[in-house]
């Protein structure tokens, strides 16, 4: 991916910073999963956005761990 098309629309503003900093040490394939990933985050922000919550909404208290997912 050429460094002209980094600063696109469609490429998240996380991965524009990212190329910016660490571009030069990716190539082609690491760059495109940034991107790749860089949009399923942002994917990821906005449906959170939408949900609705009042001042009384208390946090979830039970959390299980997805099985087999790297950190």
């Known amino acids: 991916m050429s460094t002209s098309s980094d600063h696109t629309p469609e490429i998240p ?6 190329l910016a900093r660490f571009g030069d040490r990716l190539d082609d394939s690491q760059r495109d999963l940034l991107i790749k990933t860089a949009r399923q985050l942002e994917g990821a922000a906005d449906d959170l956005r939408r949900w609705e919550l009042v001042n009384g909404d208390e946090p979830d208290m039970s959390f299980a761990a997805i099985q087999g997912q790297d950190s």
Do not use: D, E, I
């Open 13 to 18: 503003a996380m991965a524009v910073a990212a």
